[in-house]
């Protein structure tokens, strides 16, 4: 089988990767795939998405980031991903904002994507800071959150798994690379409209 490979490229060491087994000429609304970050030989899922709502969630993000003024609310002082943990287990009083219909930690404005694989969860971030760079950011969610702890041999308290978070991994995007980033999602959602256009006209 071929494939081929959209690749938002970090640095010489790390990059976001999404390996089609079709041609992006044939990608619709619902090909789903992951989006993988490749941390030198190493490689987590940041996304089990579709295609085209991981790359117009990106798109959405770099556009935002690239104003320079995306910067975290000021109630957020700790790590963002911190936080994130801290609010599903209720430890202190967060701000909260309406979205439509749903009331929730203002936060979550700043999430890019989530995924679950494996027994781990991780949860990518992008935001300004108070100077105006880009920062990408990867944190790892409580794993054990919404399981049975009779039936998980590998079960460690909240408390205790808290004591040792740290963000998996955090950086400052260039403008320049943020921009070629922007530039490749742009194309590639114009081409995949393209796509779905042709197959309801019939062309």
Same mark, same amino acid.
């Given at each position: 089988?071929? &494939?081929?490979? #959209?690749?938002?490229?970090?640095?010489?060491?790390?990059?976001?990767?999404?390996?089609?087994?079709?041609?992006?000429?044939?990608?619709?609304?619902?090909?789903?795939?992951?989006?993988?970050?490749?941390?030198? =030989?190493? =490689? #987590?899922?940041? $996304?089990?998405?579709?295609?085209?709502?991981?790359?117009?969630?990106?798109?959405?993000?770099?556009?935002?980031?690239?104003?320079?003024?995306?910067?975290?609310?000021?109630?957020?002082?700790?790590? #963002?991903?911190?936080?994130?943990?801290?609010?599903?287990?209720?430890? $202190?009083? &967060?701000?909260?904002?309406?979205?439509?219909?749903?009331?929730?930690?203002?936060?979550?404005?700043?999430?890019?994507?989530?995924?679950?694989?494996? =027994?781990?969860?991780?949860?990518?971030?992008?935001?300004?800071?108070?100077?105006?760079?880009?920062?990408?950011?990867?944190?790892?969610?409580?794993?054990?959150?919404?399981?049975?702890?009779?039936?998980?041999?590998?079960?460690?308290? &909240?408390?205790?798994?808290?004591?040792?978070?740290?963000?998996?991994?955090?950086?400052?995007? $260039?403008?320049? #690379?943020?921009?070629?980033?922007?530039?490749?999602?742009?194309?590639?959602?114009?081409?995949?409209?393209?796509?779905?256009?042709?197959?309801?006209?019939?062309?």
């Amino acid at each position: 089988m071929k &494939y081929y490979e #959209i690749k938002f490229v970090l640095d010489r060491l790390h990059a976001l990767v999404i390996t089609l087994d079709i041609p992006i000429e044939e990608i619709g609304c619902c090909y789903r795939i992951p989006v993988y970050m490749v941390d030198g =030989k190493k =490689k #987590i899922i940041l $996304s089990n998405n579709t295609v085209q709502s991981d790359l117009q969630t990106l798109n959405s993000f770099l556009m935002q980031t690239l104003g320079g003024d995306f910067v975290l609310h000021a109630s957020i002082v700790d790590d #963002i991903g911190y936080l994130y943990n801290e609010y599903y287990q209720n430890k $202190s009083k &967060y701000i909260e904002v309406q979205v439509g219909r749903v009331i929730t930690w203002v936060g979550y404005k700043y999430q890019l994507w989530q995924a679950y694989y494996r =027994k781990k969860r991780f949860v990518t971030w992008m935001y300004n800071n108070v100077n105006g760079d880009i920062i990408f950011e990867i944190t790892p969610f409580y794993p054990f959150l919404f399981c049975n702890p009779a039936q998980e041999p590998n079960y460690i308290i &909240y408390e205790e798994w808290i004591k040792k978070y740290k963000p998996y991994f955090i950086k400052i995007i $260039s403008r320049e #690379i943020a921009q070629q980033w922007l530039v490749k999602s742009s194309s590639i959602l114009e081409q995949i409209d393209k796509n779905i256009v042709r197959w309801e006209t019939g062309q």
